[in-house]
């Protein structure tokens, strides 16, 4: 157990849609990152929170967007949901941005399925 | 571009040794990491190595040099449990990690 919760587990929307998915962070962690797993690949970074500010993005158009609130909980949004969007958003969080140990952890996911 | 290549698959017997090997190519580098994951189930942190060199926890070691942007995880005493996905994944900046695609495990009795 990490101390990462997600919700919810498991969704089904259909194209065009909008969805929110959450995460809690493990206590003192003030960092959190959202990834994107799609089946057989591996996590693709999306972008970091820290101390409620976007400190850094990946490669995902606006339409994927975010919070982190002042218990460092943090939201994903995903707007005008596409078919390609149907993959495992994972939640990390961290203290200190995980430079030093390089070590994240880990919810369990939220798995979307877009149709 | 950015990458990092490992195998798509190994195959060992319970007990034995398996060596997991990653290559990277990334545009920064503060390190590699390694990551377990089994089906359905959450990445869980296995190692770290910021400098060159091997680190050791338990049946687990890793690997870097990174004059040859190269790293490995080694398994020792391999368990049916240890029957899973593993990933390697380089910081190249302060805030992302770049993965590769993983390597799954598979373990023969």
């Known amino acids: 157990e990490t101390g990462v919760t997600q919700s919810p587990t498991h969704l089904i929307k259909t194209r065009g849609q909008q969805v929110t998915l959450r995460c809690s962070s493990q206590s003192g962690h003030n960092t959190v990152s959202w990834y994107q797993q799609a089946l057989g690949q591996g996590p693709q970074f999306i972008f970091q929170?820290?101390?409620?500010?976007?400190?850094g993005r990946g490669n995902f158009p606006p339409r994927f967007s975010g919070l982190q609130f002042p218990n460092y909980s943090s939201e994903l949004n995903v707007n005008a949901l596409e078919l390609d969007d149907s993959a495992l958003y994972l939640c990390?969080?961290?203290?200190?941005?995980?430079?030093?140990?390089?070590?994240?952890?880990f919810g369990e996911g939220s798995r979307l399925t877009v149709l | 571009g950015q990458s990092l290549e490992q195998p798509s698959e190994v195959t060992a017997v319970e007990g034995a040794i398996v060596q997991i090997n990653c290559t990277y190519q990334t545009s920064g580098f503060y390190g590699l990491s390694w990551y377990q994951q089994h089906d359905g189930g959450a990445p869980t942190f296995l190692s770290y190595?910021?400098l060159d060199g091997l680190e050791e926890t338990g049946r687990f070691s890793s690997f870097l040099s990174r004059s040859d942007s190269y790293g490995y995880l080694l398994l020792q005493e391999l368990q049916m449990k240890d029957s899973a996905s593993y990933f390697c994944a380089v910081r190249s900046s302060n805030y992302q990690l770049i993965w590769g695609a993983g390597t799954k495990l598979i373990i023969k009795p």
């Open positions: 990390a969080s961290s203290s200190g941005q995980g430079k030093d140990t390089g070590e994240l952890f």
């Open positions: 190595n910021a």
């Open positions: 929170y820290y101390r409620e500010e976007e400190n």
